[in-house]
């Protein structure tokens, strides 16, 4: 294959642009990818060294994909395509000396962190139950991601809870000084602080990344965005990519501006449009489309596709959480049946919390699933102790492994004595594992701990002297050395057994990387699994239905994608309803998840959820009313539905039968909560504009009955003609 064969006509433009700033405005599903890999090999065919080309990607496995892409049309020994974080420890592990640290530094992930906050808030004798520690973790990171350093962030807290964050972060900072670590927040901006301070080192990367490529800029956060122009400041080569209408991580500190304001930066910068979607049908595109184009700050463009129409989309309502999960198995179950891998199937939802009612009806139908986002496997507890280990065979002076290490497995070192060594080492300004070495001369610590503290130091210096040797073996030597898995098998823990399968996987990993990196270390394999990312654990061929959050699916796509839970409070979510800037930002969310979908596409949403134990009425999202019409086929599944396709529409009852009394008598199930409000429902007029929770906006056609047995026709917008019972409709009048 050539690097031109099988484009369109923009993407050619967007691969054969060489010198000066490029912005690619690609389109959900347009060949993004493509465009960027075979930019990349025209290049090199041009005569640009591999060398002189950076690529930055947002995962590792994005970052592997494209390298694999790349080496079909030529040898690219020399090219650096990493993610942000991976090539800003690859940098500082070479000249991070400059800046006081060790170039064996620790990398902290948000465990770790935890951990840290956590002992650091006990030392200031700050309340845990009242300052939640990831919350005061959130604003360090987000401080840090406005480089703004201890000092200033001091200077600048004005109310008694930042004034607290303040003396936190200080004394944070200092002790990633001293346990010679850095959290992933530093790897980013101790570079910055590195070209800042070394005007060479910047100058020695210019030189090198002549040309540089990004892809998902709209995902930049500032201090990315400010490396980005720092390294493309001497040749303005730089072409990033991506979809303003695709940002969906300003929670984290993502700022759109960095895309939507690139032309301000470069102004001389060249502006291609890739609209042409290949992955969803004409229906899918056509309600993706109808909902974004309701924010306000985007960059216009109009995705199209010359797919077919395909089926419309689904909007499937149901009674509440649990019949919802129930019509997505069946419905899963029934596609399979008919010859759909589940693997080509993918449930989405906004929060992580909505998977256990989904799991379990997975669970009942025998569906095998995936879920990516939960507990990730190199955050185990297993996996961390001896990773741990690990850490302080390449940097003793890591107080949190040591911490977590010095009494697992149990040596009886009780939490008294390592306080007294915590202590002594601090009055010293030695290390923990200086002080461990000298225990004999600290007072309180005698007998029984003083004697397992200095075993404990002679275990990792043993396991420091040892010889280098694959990771593998280093890994092996120190489960043998620590006795885990012995230790496993002694605490009787139901969980036991699936603790030591996930140590032997541990092993397997480090083989793997023994294999794939030529000149493999200890350090680089802690590296890479510390910044692992949920997408990088997706096991592609796994015979099972995907579960993941909307913003795991960001960059994923699915024959079929179901995304339950589209209601007011879920999509959008409860927390970003206060202003129109959030709004758009979920408005975005749910534009991405309707993007996953190639063929199929299910939205849910339940008259009832149970939230914070009591079972809420439910509203459905607004960005339902939103999708044109032409492309939704509307399905009620809820109780009263079923009922009244068994006894007719028309059906009565008696003054003394309340709607649930014959509910329960037909389904011998209780319904819970009140259908009637109390008030006699309000009679509507032919001819008035009224609003439905589900359906939107719609006109009364026919009003007949009275009290309890009121009912209306009305013709939506959405959703056709509809004959309710108002005594359950919540039917309002649009005035």
């Known amino acids: 294959m050539t690097l031109l064969e099988d484009i369109t006509e923009k993407q050619r433009e967007a691969i054969t642009h060489i010198n000066g700033p490029l912005l690619i405005v690609a389109g959900a599903g347009s060949g993004k990818t493509r465009v960027i890999t075979r930019r990349i090999g025209y290049l090199m065919s041009e005569g640009v060294s591999p060398y002189n080309i950076l690529a930055i990607t947002f995962t590792n496995k994005a970052a592997n994909e494209m390298s694999e892409r790349v080496k079909l049309f030529s040898s690219h020994k020399g090219l650096w395509v990493s993610t942000f974080h991976k090539m800003c420890s690859r940098i500082l592990r070479k000249d991070i000396e400059r800046l006081g640290f060790l170039k064996d530094f620790s990398i902290y992930d948000t465990v770790d962190q935890l951990n840290r906050v956590k002992s650091i808030m006990a030392d200031l004798q700050i309340d845990t139950s009242q300052w939640k520690p990831r919350s005061v973790i959130s604003s360090i990171s987000n401080a840090k991601n406005k480089l703004i350093d201890p000092e200033r962030f001091a200077s600048t807290a004005s109310d008694f809870y930042s004034q607290n964050v303040a003396r936190i972060y200080k004394k944070y900072e200092n002790l990633l000084k001293s346990d010679n670590a850095l959290d992933f927040d530093d790897l980013l901006i101790k570079t910055i602080e590195l070209f800042r301070t070394c005007p060479d080192v910047l100058a020695s990367y210019q030189e090198k990344f002549k040309y540089i490529l990004i892809d998902e800029y709209q995902d930049t956060n ?15 080569n730089i072409c990033v ?43 899918i595109l056509l309600a993706a489309s109808s909902v974004i184009q309701k924010n306000k700050y985007r960059k216009r463009k109009e995705i199209w596709t010359e797919n077919e129409h395909g089926e419309k989309v689904k909007v499937i309502h149901c009674e509440n959480e649990h019949d919802e999960a129930e019509e997505i198995a069946k419905t899963i179950k029934i596609l399979h049946g008919k010859g759909m891998k589940y693997t080509d199937m993918a449930l989405f ?49 890591d107080e949190v492994a040591l911490e977590r290490t010095i009494n697992t497995p149990a040596r009886g070192i009780g939490n008294a004595s390592i306080k007294r060594l915590k202590e002594w080492a601090a009055s010293r300004s030695t290390t923990l594992v200086n002080a461990i070495g000298s225990v004999e001369m600290i007072p309180g610590i005698t007998g029984k701990s003083a004697a397992a503290m200095k075993r404990f130091y002679e275990l990792i210096m043993v396991l420091r002297r040892a010889p280098q040797s694959s990771v593998e073996e280093i890994l092996v030597r120190v489960i043998e050395k620590t006795g885990y898995v012995d230790f496993l098998r002694k605490s009787d823990e139901k969980e036991s057994d699936d603790r030591i399968a996930n140590i032997e996987e541990l092993v397997n990993a480090a083989h793997e990387y023994d294999v794939n990196h030529a000149e493999s270390s200890l350090q680089g394999f802690l590296e890479e699994v510390a910044l692992i990312s949920d997408l990088d654990t997706v096991e592609d061929k796994a015979e099972a239905v995907t579960l993941m959050t909307l913003h795991t699916a960001k960059g994923l796509e699915f024959p079929v994608v179901f995304i339950s839970g589209m ?162 409709a919540k039917l309002e009048k649009v005035v």
Request: aromatic share 12%.
């Open 222 to 236: 500032y201090v990315q965005y400010t490396i980005s122009r720092l390294l493309a400041q001497k040749y303005r």
């Open 567 to 728: 209601e007011e409070g879920l999509l959008p979510h409860s927390e970003s309803r206060i202003s129109e800037e959030e709004i758009e930002e979920e408005r975005r969310l749910c534009y991405v998840g309707i993007t996953r979908a190639m063929r199929e596409l299910f939205l849910t949403h339940t008259k009832r959820r149970m939230r914070y134990g009591q079972l809420i009425p439910c509203v459905a999202s607004r960005f339902l009313d939103e999708i044109h019409a032409d492309c939704l086929d509307w399905q009620d599944k809820t109780v009263k539905r079923f009922f009244y396709e068994s006894h007719g529409e028309n059906n009565t009852w008696s003054n003394e039968t309340s709607f649930e009394d014959a509910l329960e008598e037909e389904y011998n199930r209780p319904v819970e909560g009140d259908v009637f409000s109390g008030e006699k429902p309000s009679v509507f007029s032919c001819g008035e504009i009224v609003r439905h929770p589900v359906f939107g906006i719609g006109r009364v056609l026919e009003s007949c009955g009275c009290n309890e047995k009121a009912s209306v026709k009305v013709s939506f917008n959405v959703g056709g003609t509809k004959n309710l019972m108002l005594a359950y």
């Open 349 to 397: 939802y906004r929060t992580n919390a909505q998977s256990r009612v989904l799991e379990i009806s997975l669970r009942n139908f025998g569906i095998p699933y995936v879920i990516v986002g939960g507990v990730e496997f190199y955050r185990r507890k297993e996996i961390k102790d001896i990773l741990s280990y690990l850490r302080l065979c390449v940097n003793p002076s």
């Open 241 to 283: 990519t991506g979809d303003p209408d695709q940002s969906i991580y300003g929670w984290r500190g993502a700022d759109l501006r960095n895309i939507m304001d690139f032309e301000k930066d470069y102004p001389d910068a060249k502006v291609v449009l890739l609209e042409q979607n290949y992955r969803s049908t004409k229906n």
